[in-house]
């Protein structure tokens, strides 16, 4: 996987935990770096962690099904991305966050934003990609966003919310259908 592509992976998986950040943002009464930071590193440790474990996870299975890698990478990143765009445009509402910085919230919030990126970590077993420079980049890009996020929030509001989640759903499904296009030899 190049560079580019994974770099639009890192910010297509960010995109949960960016808008997690932004209802942050919105809850908390007064920003300080020091709360982008709780964030950040929260969402970006998760967001590196999840795929590190998927891949070890995959690894296991690589042998039985690498006949047909490409289609569960495609299948995995279509399904990731079509709910995140499916949550943007037809949920109502976001899940509700408070202020609260607390480790229990943060450790809940985490998990909960980077499970996407334990599917996607399976993918990378079947790829050719440095899986330690690949998590890195996704936690970076991840944390970073959420700094941003946090700061979004306090100044714009939720209005960006649903934008940055239909986003990153888009970017997942084009990067599995290059994965599986690429695999069959049209690109």
Request: hydrophobic letters at 60%.
């Amino acid at each position: 996987m190049d560079l580019l592509s994974l770099l639009l992976l890192a910010v297509g998986l960010s995109m949960d935990a960016f808008a997690v950040a932004v209802c942050k943002g919105l809850a908390l009464k007064k920003i300080t770096l020091r709360h982008a930071l709780i964030v950040g590193l929260w969402f970006g440790g998760f967001q590196a962690l999840m795929p590190l474990i998927g891949y070890f996870l995959g690894a296991q299975f690589k042998e039985a099904i690498a006949a047909y890698d490409h289609w569960i990478a495609f299948g995995l990143l279509s399904l990731i991305g079509g709910n995140m765009i499916r949550e943007a445009l037809f949920e109502k509402d976001a899940p509700e966050t408070d202020g609260a910085l607390s480790f229990r919230s943060m450790l809940l919030l985490a998990v909960a934003t980077s499970i996407d990126a334990l599917a996607v970590g399976v993918t990378f077993a079947f790829l050719d990609v440095n899986i330690w420079a690949s998590v890195a980049l996704i936690g970076v890009t991840t944390c970073v966003l959420s700094m941003i996020g946090v700061k979004v929030g306090s100044v714009f509001g939720a209005k960006y919310e649903k934008r940055a989640e239909l986003f990153g759903g888009v970017i997942l499904i084009l990067l599995g259908l290059k994965i599986l296009l690429e695999h069959l030899g049209v690109l």
